[in-house]
């Protein structure tokens, strides 16, 4: 969320809505990529210790959740950033 207000006022400056629509993409990317990651570690866990399949996949869909969350909430800033103008 940090990281996208710190483009909007960065980039905005130079480039108008340009940084505001970087700095949105920026959070559902590295979201995205914090998705990927999650369910490789967690598809790599279970491979390796079966018997632990259901505490694993229930922590990474709560992690999975909490991360879509700020990444809402970052798009969230950005777009009000956008009409705040």
Do not use: H, W
């Amino acid at each position: 969320m940090m990281l996208a207000t710190f483009l909007q006022a960065a980039v905005g400056a130079a480039f108008g809505n340009a940084g505001i629509a970087l700095g949105a993409a920026i959070a559902v990317v590295g979201a995205a990529m914090g998705l990927g990651r999650i369910g490789q570690s967690a598809m790599e866990s279970i491979a390796r210790q079966p018997q632990a399949a259901g505490d694993i996949r229930s922590s990474m869909i709560l992690i999975g959740a909490f991360m879509e969350g700020v990444s809402l909430l970052a798009v969230i800033v950005c777009l009000l950033a956008l009409y705040a103008k």
